[in-house]
């Protein structure tokens, strides 16, 4: 079973940037596919960037150019770096861990990005 706590969230201007960290526990962090959500006011949560066990990564369009996604497994540590920041970013950002057809969720961090 994993734990999972985000942060790195907060409010930027348009064009900023921001880290988001999200520290994994309680079990083997290696062997989890890893992902990056977000849920925006009044609209569904949506998958942002993947990298599973073996550093495959995939990103939604939107993103692409903008947002990197990484891991450190000697720190259980999935990263999501966002660079040029754009109002339709704001959402609650949440990482998932998934292993054997069991998603495990953190509770997300809020990140607004207004002038």
């Known amino acids: 079973q994993a734990h999972l706590v985000e942060s790195g969230g907060g409010s930027v201007q348009p064009g900023g940037s921001l880290r988001l960290p999200c520290l994994a526990s309680?079990?083997?962090?290696?062997?989890?596919?890893m992902g990056w959500h977000r849920q925006a006011p009044g609209k569904q949560r949506e998958l942002v960037a993947t990298i599973n066990k073996y550093d495959s990564i995939n990103y939604i369009e939107s993103v692409k150019g903008r947002f990197t996604i990484s891991r450190d497994n000697a720190k259980n540590t999935v990263y999501l770096q966002m660079n040029s920041l754009k109002p339709e970013d704001t959402a609650v950002y949440s990482c998932?861990?998934?292993?054997?057809?069991?998603?495990?969720w953190g509770r997300g961090t809020q990140v607004t990005v207004s002038s």
């Open positions: 309680g079990s083997i962090f290696s062997i989890y596919d």
């Open positions: 998932s861990a998934y292993y054997r057809a069991t998603t495990f």
